[in-house]
């Protein structure tokens, strides 16, 4: 038989011979639980077991799919109880009994059938949409999670610090409450990842410094992660001594001590804003997912002493010990809510689902939101603001590194919900000094120095989005990114996507990386690879080539986070930070005035077109379209080449329509690429070309080989000798 139907039937036979296992250790009234909300527990509890039992049964008749059931973990009910459903959640995927206890605090929820349309992936389902089966609600306060292996603690840890930030800064789009904290619960295997070590790690860090953290974690102990047991103690001696964490831990199997510990633990939080560990013990039934079978690497003996302890049977006995319900009245309201799942369920399945890519697709870029109209700072601010020294480099030509460094001071004076963190970036003002002054212009709250944990920058900045800031995360080199991508993959990305549109983490992420820096590094600081970012589907790239341009395109990403609510990153080409000369050294060619705001924006998508030479178009970016411009000259002046030079500015997406009208007139293309052959932007290039244009196309691009450090430095990177020669071949061949 399926375990499922084992554990059904012995839930009805242990009620009807009195057979119930457990024992009252708090009493209702210690606990403040009233009689009427343990029964509202116990139907939350019922629902979310009997959700299970039916998604079971669409998947075997393939009109579902892909779940995680909750059975085992059905105690999180008397969690949502005891905090407000203003309080954000972010869920283990093992928590529909808390969605539906949540429910049951907001009028005019329905969690049977919003779980159900989830279930079948309707294009109904009021959370996704029908793109996956996730827990989630908008009106609940409960971002959608997918596979939520810790990848949504640092989020939870960035959340929570938003509180203070939002309490000095009133953003706009504020929509947490200022009493309000928040929950993030996960299993007892997931809290060995990284992720989430980082994330507690990040947040005893935080604690200890007294800044105000409201943040309840949850571990949902089941003894077991897939087929791997948890040791004894384990979470207990890993956690309970964190500095500035307060641990507690509770019996899942009873909702009256959860109920307590979380309502006294969660009131502690909100009053004292400090982060705590809430330790819940329970069961975990019928395996991990779909067909997981148990058998394979549990005893007979384990997987039955589990059903045993179901925690639909303690709480049904607290029920009839307080004469709240008797046995019949517990069994049928069991199968009442049996019986209207299954009638929901076949209504479910009769309702739409999403069929063709463009419908998938609809919700991969968030909606826009209404903002209040700025008109860049006033010139008092700016007065006050930059001081003499700043004034007269704003008089002046200057790089790459203090254009943006004066454009982010413009965007913090015109917009007080921006909040700068990173590795570095206060006090000392980066390790290239792009942030430089802006601790002392704008204070520690919106320059924030963080722990060296790229994980936690980022989850800091998604988290600080969900509540109305506009985070501006720095990770101090771009291989450094490597550490965390899985936060701008599996979390930033995906929320719009997966719940629909309806909750968005807008925000820049800057990032200083590719290569020519000479001798320093090596790979680690000179990586010259953006294909993690290229192949995340719905967040903007773009990488300025100079410092008018990055300034320009720094507004305009800040105007996409702000107003499009998108993830949008900004890699900056560190060899060109510090940039002026061109062609000779001392021309000046590559520093320009700082275009004032309110100057000509560049905007998504807009190319730079160097040049209106036919013979050749030279395609580009950063690195490579300083190298070009240098070659352009050589072509022209030695070769009697005219070309032009493009500069794609935006990778992702890629101006498509816009790059092939740029070259339309021009009898051949060169693309040129400082990243590697393989995974870089000039495949992308290569194969527009060759499908949409009757132009030929060649590339010249990196070795497939890491950078060295020294005077081999630039030997795997193209030149501008380099582009020389690949121009003039291209030109020669047929």
Known sequence: MDRADIVHDNFLARLRSAELPGESRVALDDAGLALQQLKDIFRAQVLSRQLDRTSRRLQARGEGFYTIGSSGHEGNAAIAAALRPTDIAFLHYRDAAFQIARAGQVPGQDPMRDMLLSFVCSAEDPISGGRHKVLGSKALNIPPQTSTIASHLPKAVGAAYSFGLARKLKPEHQNLPEDGIVLCSFGDASLNHSTAQGALNTASWTAYQNAPLPLLFVCEDNGIGISVKTPSGWVEA????????????????????????????????????????????????????????????????????????????????????????????????????????????????????????????????????????????????????????????????????????????????????????????????????????????????????????????????????????LPIPEIQFLAYLHNAEDQLRGEAATLPFFSNGQFANPMVVRIAGLGYQRGFGGHFHNDNSLAVLRDIPGIVLGCPSNGRDAALMLREAVRLAREEQRVVVMVEPIALYMTRDLHDKGDGGWASLYPAPGSDAIGLGELGVYGDGTDLAIVSYANGYHLSRQAEKILRETHEVNARVIDLRWLAPLAEEALLQATADCDKVLIVDECRITGSQSEALMALFAERSPRPASRLAATDCFIATGPAYAATLPSRDGVVEAALASLRSE
């Open 238 to 469: 890993s956690v309970s001594q964190r500095p500035g964490l307060r641990y507690e831990r509770c019996d899942g199997l009873d909702v009256v001590e959860t109920y307590q510990a979380a309502s006294e633990l969660g009131a502690w939080v909100r009053s004292q804003r400090k982060p705590a560990f809430l330790h819940m013990s329970c069961v975990r039934l019928y395996g991990h997912a779909g067909p997981d079978a148990q058998h394979a690497y549990l005893s007979n003996e384990e997987i039955e002493a589990a059903e045993a302890n179901d925690p639909l049977l303690h709480t049904a006995r607290r029920l009839i010990e307080e004469g709240a319900l008797s046995a019949e009245e517990v069994i049928a309201l069991y199968e009442e809510i049996g019986a209207a799942t299954n009638a929901a369920a076949e209504e479910a399945i009769a309702k739409p689902r999403l069929k063709t890519a463009d419908e998938v697709v609809a919700s991969l870029v968030p909606p826009q939101r209404a903002c209040t109209t700025t008109n860049g700072p006033s010139e008092e601010a700016r007065a006050n603001t930059f001081g003499s020294s700043d004034q007269r480099a704003l008089a002046e030509p200057q790089h790459m590194a203090k254009h943006i460094n004066f454009a982010l001071t413009d965007l913090m004076l015109e917009h007080a919900e921006i909040v700068l963190a990173g590795e570095d970036v206060g006090r000392k003002g980066g390790v290239y000094g792009v942030t430089q002054k802006l601790h002392g212009r704008f204070g520690a709250h919106r320059v924030i120095d963080t722990l060296l944990d790229e994980q936690s920058i980022l989850g800091l900045g998604i988290g600080m989005a969900q509540n109305g800031l």
